[in-house]
């Protein structure tokens, strides 16, 4: 090769990497369903996850107090709280997947405060299914942004993922506050037996395997080895 043909590739690599570096490569990522309406649409769902991490790690830390003391209770507002922590980490993760860009926001202050005196979990318990079901309804907006743009690759992680386990979610809690309301009717052992019940499973709601719909297809085996 002569030296003005190695010149002249030299400069037009120069002049490449010139041009390729004013230019946004996240816009070479995104695909043209990716518009800014969806990404502002994941971005609010994961404002949202990280307001009901702080919501629930409040909760959690309220029930571990010595004049509460309920840690069953504290078990399973944990656990909500790492959830929605992960899933809001998950969903930013895959916004810079797919060429968005993080921006976040601030989080408020959760308002909730768990009585204890008398110790009281009517209202908090009915906070956390609220709380719960803005995560799913908000979830429910995600997926009609997705399909209105045509962003199937969304809405497909989004079912996987987030609404099938969100949806039972709702429901467990529906049925916690149920149970707290049956035993705050009268004053007793009902609230310490159930907050017994979900130290012994961790903080795992103990009826959880009840509201799985794919439940079913083991007890109908199950049923069908005794015919």
Wanted: hydrophobic share 35%.
């Amino acid at each position: 090769m002569s030296s003005e043909a190695a010149d002249s590739g030299r400069d037009q690599a120069r002049m490449a990497v010139k041009e390729m570096s004013k230019e946004d490569i996240d816009t070479y990522v995104q695909t043209s369903s990716f518009n800014q309406d969806v990404q502002q649409a994941i971005l609010n769902h994961i404002h949202l996850e990280l307001t009901s991490w702080y919501f629930f790690k409040k909760l959690a830390a309220d029930c571990a107090r010595s004049d509460i003391c309920l840690h069953g209770f504290a078990m399973l507002w944990s656990r909500c709280a790492t959830e929605c922590f992960a899933d809001g980490h998950w969903l930013e993760k895959y916004l810079v997947q797919r060429g968005g860009t993080s921006s976040p926001k601030d989080i408020p202050a959760p308002k909730v405060e768990w009585p204890d005196e008398p110790i009281e979990p009517i209202a908090p318990v009915k906070a956390a299914l609220e709380t719960e079901k803005r995560i799913l309804e908000d979830l429910h907006q995600l997926c009609a942004a997705a399909d209105k743009n045509g962003d199937y690759a969304l809405e497909d992680a989004i079912e996987d993922r987030f609404l099938k386990k969100e949806t039972k979610h709702v429901k467990d809690l529906g049925d916690l506050l149920t149970q707290v309301v049956r035993v705050s009717k009268q004053a007793g052992h009902g609230l310490y037996h159930l907050d017994r019940e979900l130290r012994k499973t961790n903080g795992r709601i103990p009826w959880g395997r009840a509201n799985v719909p794919d439940s079913v297809d083991a007890i109908i085996a199950d049923e069908a080895g005794h015919l």
